[in-house]
């Protein structure tokens, strides 16, 4: 099984709105990816969890809040979003994290498309 | 960091015909990967190929490390090809950080 999966498909939130995005994977993935992707450019590396610790912060506003409660979920926390923070955010994992010799493929969600007004 | 470029930036080519997409790379890569990116946004996963060569149907790779290069052979295109093709690199310095080229859009006409 190579799925990655994304919950939801759409999200439609006001800049007052708190809202989440969830990822799952069962693939026993350690290292676990949020990218985000405006339209006609290519995904950007918002965060990186390694074994449940946040490893990378692309230096991501606070309003972005990621959250790795176990080995197989990413929630990404949404708060006071701004109208240009309207993406499809992508999830993804690999099964490792390491450098050079790691076998560090990674499998990407469907995403969220989400939409700020 | 690692800056990654891809060519051509657009491609229109006529169902059955073959292409060669590029992607440049400007340091040492441990990972990359090629992924075509349907109308939907999903990100499928097409090589792993941090070097050497590999195929599968009618699309091979070829990553050359030393002259940090990787090519994306599709061969009979057809339009369900269509989309756009991105490489990401994981540089030797970034464990873990994917930087993706600006990719290739591709459009395959009947």
């Known amino acids: 099984d190579t799925e990655v999966t994304q919950t939801p498909k759409h999200l439609v939130m006001g800049m007052t709105n708190k809202k989440s995005l969830k990822c799952e994977q069962h693939?026993?993935?350690?290292?676990m990816y949020w990218y985000k992707q405006k339209a006609k450019k290519p995904p950007e590396l918002m965060f990186v969890?390694?074994?449940?610790?946040?490893?990378i912060n692309e230096s991501v506003p606070s309003r972005f809040s990621p959250e790795c409660p176990n080995s197989s979920l990413l929630n990404l926390h949404l708060h006071a979003l701004q109208p240009e923070d309207s993406a499809l955010y992508l999830c993804?994992?690999?099964?490792?994290?390491?450098?050079?010799?790691?076998?560090?493929?990674?499998?990407f969600g469907p995403g969220t498309r989400l939409t700020v007004l | 960091g690692i800056q990654v470029e891809q060519s051509p930036p657009d491609l229109i080519l006529q169902e059955g015909a073959n292409s060669t997409l590029r992607c440049n790379f400007s340091?040492?890569?441990?990972?990359l990967q090629w992924f075509h990116q349907n109308p939907w946004g999903q990100l499928i996963n097409l090589f792993y190929?941090?070097?050497g060569t590999k195929q599968n149907g009618r699309l091979s790779a070829t990553t050359v490390a030393t002259e940090r290069y990787s090519l994306l052979y599709i061969s009979s295109s057809q339009t369900t090809d269509s989309g756009v093709y991105f490489c990401?690199?994981?540089?030797?310095?970034?464990?873990?950080?994917?930087?993706f080229g600006d990719g290739t859009t591709l459009t395959v006409k009947p």
């Open positions: 693939m026993g993935h350690r290292a």
């Open positions: 993804a994992s690999s099964s490792t994290f390491t450098g050079r010799g790691a076998y560090n493929e990674q499998f």
């Open positions: 969890y390694s074994y449940e610790k946040l490893s």
């Open positions: 190929i941090p070097s």
């Open positions: 990401a690199v994981e540089g030797g310095t970034n464990a873990g950080k994917s930087t």
């Open positions: 340091d040492s890569v441990n990972n």
